[in-house]
């Protein structure tokens, strides 16, 4: 049984930076390729950014490009989403989510390409 475990969310400043993690449990982390996803009080689910089995193919959404990285270290079967210089939009919770889809690259800033998700762990940017 896969699961997925985010962890490192919390409150942060504006401005701040805050990790977060995300362990794989079930089967070996290269199985996946894996994303970060968003979900802030009363909007819709977004994609946030996205990585390749072998830490490749990296995607990231525009609001996003330039502050946040992600990768990944299959030897500790986790997935990292680094966050700089965050903002008050920034609120929401974080989910990680795996696809074992072979074509996951056509799709992989969709919600539909990832079947694995985690819980989801709160990030709170305070102006």
Known sequence: QVQLVESGGGLVQA????????????????????????????KEREFVAAIGRYGDMTVYAEFVKGRFTISRDNAKNTVYLQMNSLKPEDTAVYYCAGSSLRTWYLRRTKEES???WGQGTQVTVSS
């Open 114 to 116: 990832y079947a694995y």
């Open 15 to 42: 401005g701040g930076s805050q990790r977060l993690s995300c362990v794989i449990s079930g089967r070996t982390s290269s199985d996946f390729a894996m994303g970060w996803f968003r979900q802030a009080p009363g």
